[in-house]
């Protein structure tokens, strides 16, 4: 899940959601995919979305990379606009294998192509590594490591968006920092058992760059790794 604001103390002691209070339309009745249509917000959402999947060089890897692990992705069944609590961006729903996009807060492409990657990154662990999203903790903090090092969560560009930026070392905090924060929005755990578990994880689940084979710490390094990936995947099949 895309991190989102640390949620109140209030909100720390209900019962565990697994972070649906993020997303109060997964506890109602489907609406009709016409009567959406008919919402500005929602198609502003799905236009932001094929955007995403047809030029993003990280959506266009990881959707291939699925494809090949046997994970197909298909626009209209795995990916869905939503309107969410103001907190949340997007998320990744184990139990649907659905990548929730939330309409009412993605407000820029820019945005919709780092949360589509961020969530394809865990629907591609989902796919590959059958993480154990409910009983786990250190599973859902290696996917959450993953998510924030590989998607471009923590570039150069966003954090000076956020005021931070300068040391050395500071993607790696970065990574920490974010994966902290999601595992606290999407369990109900104490700050420290989310961060001894980030910890207990984090060197072998940075290290792991699958399927980009790299940091891709924007765009240009992005299509370098799609590049190299399709060139890996034109290797091994003839082999």
Same mark, same amino acid.
């Given at each position: 899940?895309?991190?989102?604001? @640390?949620?109140? @103390? =209030?909100?720390?002691?209900?019962?565990? !959601?697994?972070g649906?209070?993020?997303? @109060?339309?997964r506890?109602?009745a489907? +609406?009709h995919? $016409?009567?959406?249509?008919?919402? @500005?917000?929602?198609?502003?959402?799905?236009?932001?979305?094929?955007?995403?999947?047809?030029?993003?060089?990280?959506?266009?890897?990881?959707?291939?990379?699925?494809? =090949?692990? %046997?994970?197909?992705?298909?626009?209209?069944? /795995?990916?869905?606009?939503?309107?969410? !609590?103001? +907190?949340?961006? %997007? *998320?990744f729903?184990?139990?649907?294998?659905?990548?929730?996009?939330? =309409?009412?807060?993605?407000?820029?492409?820019?945005?919709?192509?780092?949360?589509?990657?961020?969530?394809?990154?865990?629907?591609?662990?989902?796919?590959?590594?059958?993480?154990?999203?409910?009983?786990?903790?250190?599973? $859902?903090a290696?996917?959450?490591?993953?998510a924030?090092?590989?998607? *471009?969560?923590?570039?150069?560009?966003?954090?000076?968006?956020?005021?931070?930026?300068?040391?050395? *070392? /500071?993607?790696?905090?970065?990574? +920490?920092?974010?994966? $902290?924060?999601?595992i606290?929005?999407?369990?109900?755990?104490?700050?420290?058992?989310?961060?001894?578990? $980030? !910890?207990?994880?984090?060197?072998?689940?940075?290290?792991?760059?699958?399927?980009?084979?790299?940091?891709?710490?924007?765009?240009?390094?992005?299509?370098?790794?799609?590049?190299?990936?399709?060139?890996?995947?034109q290797?091994?099949?003839?082999?």
């Amino acid at each position: 899940m895309e991190a989102p604001e @640390p949620p109140s @103390p =209030q909100a720390a002691e209900e019962d565990d !959601d697994f972070g649906y209070r993020f997303f @109060p339309e997964r506890h109602k009745a489907p +609406r009709h995919s $016409v009567s959406r249509s008919i919402f @500005p917000e929602h198609k502003r959402c799905r236009a932001r979305l094929q955007l995403a999947l047809e030029t993003s060089p990280y959506a266009k890897l990881l959707l291939d990379a699925m494809k =090949q692990s %046997g994970c197909t992705a298909f626009k209209e069944r /795995h990916f869905v606009c939503e309107t969410c !609590d103001k +907190r949340a961006v %997007g *998320g990744f729903d184990a139990a649907t294998s659905q990548i929730v996009l939330c =309409q009412n807060n993605i407000h820029r492409q820019s945005l919709m192509n780092r949360v589509v990657t961020h969530e394809l990154i865990h629907a591609f662990d989902h796919c590959r590594a059958h993480v154990n999203w409910l009983g786990n903790v250190k599973h $859902v903090a290696c996917s959450e490591v993953r998510a924030a090092n590989l998607s *471009g969560d923590c570039s150069l560009m966003n954090e000076i968006t956020r005021f931070k930026f300068g040391l050395k *070392g /500071h993607h790696q905090t970065c990574v +920490r920092d974010r994966a $902290v924060r999601s595992i606290l929005a999407v369990r109900n755990v104490s700050k420290e058992t989310a961060e001894k578990a $980030v !910890d207990e994880v984090f060197d072998t689940c940075f290290n792991d760059q699958e399927p980009f084979g790299r940091i891709p710490h924007n765009k240009k390094d992005a299509k370098y790794a799609y590049k190299d990936f399709q060139n890996r995947d034109q290797y091994y099949a003839n082999i």
